[in-house]
């Protein structure tokens, strides 16, 4: 027999939401303006963050549709072409998924070198896909500074895994709202 | 007679279950590269989703943004006692030598007026600057652009010209309700007319995704030097004519120029509220 338990429900939904709320802030930080030098040229990549580590160790916190959305939204955001970081974050985090079992095993220093090679996939491939809309000179210079923006993002990944580590400890175990009784 | 029950299976079916099944992520990619064939072919074709998305945002890129601006003030607040005695007397050498050039400016903008009333010179139509904060930057490598925190509510439209405190910084090139999108002169795909004073020759600021936007078109014997001033032509009736944009620095024998404005660090920007096509003011007297 369910029973539905108006207390339960909400201590579920606020943790659920905590979660889904940090993905949303790490898309925002990607997109807010820091006010420091050159801070937008060389920003890491702070979602990407969020669909590898929920992709290793919760897929269920991002499934695919959401990841699709909050690609587009980033498009829309900075100025790319739509449709663009949606389709390259849902190829990693199915890429990454693939490989969860494998990387959930591993000691951390594994996952993060993980990390490591996703992040320099989504930059050459951000770079690719956007020499192919314009090339030329520039081209060059934008390869250079998505390369520091891939390194800024591999030292930053443990403070956000951290982070991530935190909100997956307080998520519910159950995915679904209703408290089951005797 | 004990009755035999048969086991019922129930199958339901319903197409999200299918998609959820491990074909989604081909279905999503699928959709993305469609719509990145559809910004392949027609890159204005989301221009007014990309302004309402950037619309609900604002308000969570103003609070989120907040933080990091009061740290910029505080750090560029954070000055030693040397440091401002140094700055003090820069400031008071400056203020002397600006003195006398106010005087000078006097004399000129009242030989300026009456040499226009000699000639029945047509006045330029005025402007107003609309100030605004920068709340987001583009986040990535490829594009220059910013988001402020002012639109259509506030007179901001598409074309007008956006300027620091120092010049000229780039154009809006989206205008959402509350806010707009500014496309910076470093862009690889900013085109602005401008004109090396001085020499008075046409150019056009070409943004290169680097700090400093190359001068093309310029004839081939244009006697362009390092420090000369470029500043808007207002050709086309884009911008207001003589807006200041940065100094000429030549490089491997190619013209570059140095924008005034600090663009890789944007916090406040000014909007020139200034009709597009000048031209197609009526004169004084008409109905408005």
């Known amino acids: ?182 | 007679m004990k009755r035999r029950t048969r086991s019922k299976v129930y199958v339901r079916f319903s197409p999200l279950q299918y998609i959820g099944s491990g074909q989604a992520p081909v279905i999503f990619m699928l959709a993305a590269t469609l719509l990145l064939t559809v910004s392949f072919v027609r890159p204005g074709v989301f221009g007014g989703i990309r302004s309402s998305v950037t619309d609900m945002f604002t308000p969570a890129l103003i609070a989120l943004s907040e933080p990091f601006r009061q740290i910029s003030v505080v750090q560029t607040g954070i000055t030693s006692l040397s440091e401002l005695r140094a700055e003090n007397t820069q400031l008071k050498a400056e203020n002397a030598r600006l003195k006398e050039w106010y005087q000078t400016a006097l004399m000129l903008e009242s030989e300026n007026q009456s040499l226009h009333a000699l000639l029945n010179v047509k006045p330029d139509p005025a402007h107003r600057f609309i100030t605004a904060r920068v709340v987001a930057d583009s986040g990535n490598a490829f594009v220059k652009s910013a988001i402020v925190a002012a639109g259509e509510n506030d007179s901001v439209m598409k074309g007008q010209a956006v300027l620091s405190g120092e010049g000229l910084v780039g154009r809006v090139i989206e205008a959402g309700q509350s806010s707009s999108r500014v496309l910076l002169l470093t862009d690889v795909n900013s085109r602005l007319p401008v004109l090396v004073e001085g020499s008075r020759q046409k150019a056009i600021l070409a943004g290169m995704n680097t700090d400093m936007p190359a001068l093309k078109y310029l004839p081939v014997d244009a006697d362009i030097k390092d420090g000369m001033r470029i500043v808007t032509s207002g050709n086309g009736g884009m911008f207001i004519p003589g807006l200041p944009v940065g100094t000429v620095i030549v490089k491997d024998g190619l013209p570059y120029v140095k924008p005034y404005a600090d663009i890789s660090r944007l916090t406040h920007v000014r909007i020139v509220d200034y009709p597009e096509d000048p031209y197609l003011i009526e004169g004084s007297g008409a109905p408005r």
């Open chain 1, 1 to 182: 027999m369910f029973q539905f338990l108006p207390g339960e429900f909400t201590n579920w939904a606020v943790r659920l939401l905590l979660a889904q709320g940090v993905i949303v802030l790490l898309l925002l930080l990607n997109v807010i303006s820091f006010y420091l030098p050159h801070a937008g040229d060389f920003k890491p990549f702070f979602l990407l963050m969020a669909v590898y580590y929920w992709a290793i160790y919760r897929p269920t916190v991002m499934p695919v549709s959401y990841t699709f959305i909050l690609g587009l939204i980033m498009d829309l955001l900075s100025g790319l072409p739509p449709g663009l970081n949606a389709l390259i974050l849902v190829g990693l985090q199915t890429s990454v998924r693939r490989s969860r079992l494998f990387l959930m095993g591993q000691p951390y220093i594994m996952v993060w070198l993980g990390f490591a090679l996703v992040s320099i996939a989504y930059g050459l491939a951000l770079w690719l896909m956007t020499s192919l809309f314009s090339f030329g000179p520039a081209s060059f210079s934008a390869l250079f500074q998505t390369l520091i923006a891939t390194l800024l993002s591999v030292f930053i990944f443990p403070l956000a895994s951290l982070m991530l580590h935190g909100v997956h400890r307080i998520l519910p175990v159950t995915s679904k709202p209703l408290h089951s009784v005797g």
